[in-house]
């Protein structure tokens, strides 16, 4: 995607805490969520993002500030889910964000400045919602960082099963319990197996693990039976947020085959509210790569736009916040840091996988990522990774110790991209607590 003018590093918005160093939602940003007043009966509506305001799309449609394709989008984006508004494509998310751009630009009229700021609603003062109506969600397993790591807990020789560096791998998640950031669940319930035992016991996870992820929204869908090929894979992505896939590893490693997870990440899967945009992602992209003594992709998860700029710099942190350290007001504890840069598959190779077999895709699909993890120490992308399964805890900064997840923890995803000669843009936070198991 070419850079354009909503790029430009030097564009200031009218809103001034969109033009404070380190902020999450500058005026090159504009990310998307639903949400409403908190606490209100109003109609949850999307919104745009531009530094401590939400750009009510409901309000802004309902005035003559816009017109044409844009005006058809921003009444879509007003709906209480954006389905509507992904399924109308690039053109019309484009005209949209430009247009937005331009009301929102230092140099908007007197005029406009005092109609736009009518539509503003601070974040503060917001509750968000799932920002679409997820009808299937699809979790990759893509970082091979992250499969050697988890391979040598079990083997200090191990390797990657031998479909990984051919395919990008999935199954299928439950929709049902995708929440957004501030989601709390109960730890789960299920069978698990010990060492040596020649029966399952019934109780609570007592490996309980969290798992950084981006979420991957379709936009525009396809038609059963007609594959997206790589080179147009990426017309039909919205946009990225975090997301994490917690993980209920005994209850996992007992119940994994034949088919895979069940009941370890049915759970609750969290997502951040802001959906950060393709063409808002265009400044950080780089050139995807496999090394010449790796199998090299077959012929249709190969391409020259994918080896050109297929990998994207989002820049990833883990931290984690347990009772005690909130009861103290002494803050979370930062437990890794990564890029998803490292991705041993793209973006683009999932959607022309997903699809090569006829599968459909339809807007408001959700596919996660898989656990991203990087190559260096501190890049672990799981706490099973980072603790090798509880046998080096992580100490936190005010001297808990952590093998696994504890009740009362808090767990928050935070992501940004950042390049010289280019605006630093933000993910928002995606945040998850952990209650006791009901059983």
């Not at 950031?181 to 299920?190: A, E, L, T």
């Not at 946009?239 to 209850?251: F, T, V």
């Not at 393709?278 to 010449?292: C, D, N």
Request: aromatic share 8%.
């Amino acid at each position: 995607m070419a850079l354009n003018h909503t790029h430009d590093a030097g564009a200031k918005s009218w809103i001034d805490t969109a033009n404070i160093e380190g902020t999450d939602f500058p005026i090159q940003n504009l990310p998307y969520a639903v949400f409403r007043r908190t606490g209100s009966p109003e109609p949850f509506r999307g919104g745009v993002a531009i530094g401590d305001q939400v750009l009510d799309m409901a309000a802004l449609s309902a005035r003559q500030l816009l017109d044409g394709l844009a005006l058809d989008a921003a009444r879509a984006a007003a709906l209480p889910a954006l389905n509507d508004f992904f399924a109308l494509g690039g053109a019309a998310w484009r005209a949209l964000r430009h247009a937005v751009f331009a009301l929102l630009r230092g140099d908007a009229p007197a005029a406009t400045v005092h109609a736009v700021r009518e539509c503003l609603v601070p974040q503060a003062e917001v509750e968000y919602t799932v920002p679409a109506r997820i009808g299937d969600y699809t979790d990759f397993y893509t970082s091979i960082d992250h499969a050697l790591n988890i391979s040598r807990l079990m083997n200090p020789d191990g390797d990657v099963t031998p479909n990984f560096r051919w395919i990008p791998t999935a199954y299928h998640g439950r929709v049902s319990t995708i929440g957004v950031s501030g989601q709390r669940f109960h730890r789960p319930m299920g069978q698990t197996m010990a060492p040596g035992a020649k029966a399952p016991t019934y109780h609570a996870c007592a490996r309980l693990d969290y798992e950084l992820e981006l979420g991957v929204w379709v936009g525009e869908g396809n038609a059963t039976g007609e594959p997206i090929p790589l080179e147009r894979a990426e017309e039909h992505i919205f946009g990225i947020c975090l997301l994490n896939d917690w993980s209920a590893r005994d209850i996992q490693f007992w119940e994994m085959a034949p088919l895979g997870p069940f009941l370890a990440k049915n759970f609750a899967t969290t997502i951040s509210p802001w959906i950060v945009t393709m063409e808002a992602l265009a400044p950080y992209r780089q050139a995807w790569t496999r090394p010449a003594n790796e199998p090299q992709p077959l012929g249709y998860l190969e391409g020259p736009s994918n080896r050109e700029s297929g990998a994207i710099d989002i820049r990833l942190e883990v931290w984690l916040e347990s009772e005690k350290a909130r009861n103290e007001k002494s803050g979370p504890s930062r437990l890794s840091r990564t890029s998803f840069k490292h991705q041993y598959w793209s973006v683009a190779q999932m959607v022309a996988h997903h699809t090569v077999g006829g599968c459909s895709l339809n807007p408001g699909d959700l596919f996660g990522s898989g656990t991203i993890s990087g190559p260096g120490p501190g890049e672990a992308g799981a706490i099973i990774e980072l603790t090798r399964a509880a046998q080096s805890p992580v100490t936190l900064a005010n001297g808990e110790e952590r093998g696994f997840l504890e009740d009362g923890d808090a767990v928050l995803l935070r992501g940004w991209c950042e390049k010289p000669g280019h605006a630093r843009i933000g993910f928002g936070e995606s945040r998850g607590t952990v209650l006791p198991a009901r059983g």
